[in-house]
Nanobody, 124 residues
Framework: QVQLVESGGGLVQPGGSLRLSCAVSGLRLHYYAIGWFRQAPGKEREGVSCIGSRDGSTFYYVESEKGRFTISRDESKNTVYLQMNSLKPEDTAVYYC????????????????WGQGTQVTVSS
């Protein structure tokens, strides 16, 4: 059974950092894509970042996050990380990780397993 469990969210001041983790069980990361999505209150879920299968190509989907967010994976731990620096209030959302055969920013396209989400709140 495939399971994804996020952790690492919390309350942080603007300009601070958080590292989100997505622990995956039931499959080997090397062969699949893992994406991060977020959903703010009253907004649709949006793609944040993705790390692809095999060569681990990385993708960033939100213009404002480029240069601030870094996605990575540790295959020995079967875990994907999202390092978030210089956080802004507009980054406040529930962050989810999900599994797919390939990366796409569309949360409705092929993402078949999701974690429960972790809350990130950026506020002074």
């Amino acid at each position: 059974q495939v399971q994804l469990v996020e952790s690492g969210g919390g309350l942080v001041q603007p300009g601070g950092s958080l590292r989100l983790s997505c622990a995956v069980s039931g499959l080997r990361l090397h062969y699949y894509a893992i994406g991060w999505f977020r959903q703010a209150p009253g907004k649709e879920r949006e793609g944040v970042s993705c790390i692809g299968s095999r060569d681990g190509s990385t993708f960033y989907y939100v213009e404002s996050e480029k240069g601030r967010f870094t996605i990575s994976r540790d295959e020995s731990k079967n875990t994907v990380y999202l390092q978030m620096n210089s956080l802004k209030p507009e980054d406040t959302a529930v962050y989810y990780c999900a599994h797919n055969a390939a990366c796409t920013p569309d949360p409705t396209w092929g993402w078949d397993y999701w974690g429960q989400g972790t809350q990130v709140t950026v506020s002074s």
